[in-house]
C-alpha cells in the first residue's frame, strides 16, 4: 500500500461500503480511579466505512455505540455510569463518531478526524488510525481490520460527576483514552 491507502485495494475507484462486524470489533476505554486506571469497553457497536477505490481519504466512517452496552467488570459501576451523573442512557442512548476528513500519515496510518457526540454533546476530535490488513474469510466473505485511537477530556462532554479524595484529588480523572477496533465485512 502507498501513503495514500488506508483500507484494501477494491479494484475500482467506485465507492464500497464496509458494515462493521460487532461480534469481531470493540470500543474501550480507559480512564483513573483513584490512583489506578480503570478499563471498560461497550459491548454494542456497529457502523459503516466506506472508501473510495483504493484509499479512505475520500471515504466516510460512521461508528453508533449503545451507551447502555458499558461493562467495567463491576455491575454497581456500570450500574452508576449509566445514570445521569455519566452518560445517562435514558436521554443519551447513543455515542456517535462521524468522520469529517481523512489525513494520511503514512504506510498505513493515517489522522481520522470527526465530530464525537457523547451524552448528546458534540465535539470534534482527531483519532490515530491504521489499516491492520484484510483479504478473504475462509467463508467466503471480504473483511478489513482498523483500529483508531485518541484521547479527550470528559467534562468536554459533560461528564462532570466526581468525589473528592481525603488525600487530595478526586476519584475520577478527566482524560479518557478511547480505543475502537474494527473488523468489516465488505458489502455487495
Known sequence: MTTTDTAPSTGTSATTVWTIDPSHSSASFTVRHMFTKVRGRFSDISGTIETRGDSLTDGQVTVEIK???????DAQRDGHLRT?????TGDNPLITFR?????PRGGDKFL?????????VTRPVTLEAEYEGGG???FGT????????????RKDFDLTWNA?????????????KITIDVEA???S
Open 99 to 103: 468522520s469529517t476528513s481523512v489525513n
Open 164 to 176: 473528592p479524595l481525603e488525600a487530595g484529588g478526586f476519584l475520577v480523572g478527566d482524560d479518557v
Open 142 to 153: 471480504e473483511v478489513a481490520s482498523w483500529t483508531a485511537e485518541t484521547e479527550v477530556d
Open 67 to 73: 451507551a447502555d452496552s458499558i461493562d467495567t467488570n
Open 185 to 187: 465485512v465488505k458489502q
Open 112 to 120: 481520522l478526524h470527526g465530530d464525537l457526540t457523547i451524552r448528546g
Open 84 to 88: 445521569n451523573d455519566f452518560f445517562g
Open 136 to 138: 478473504k474469510t475462509p
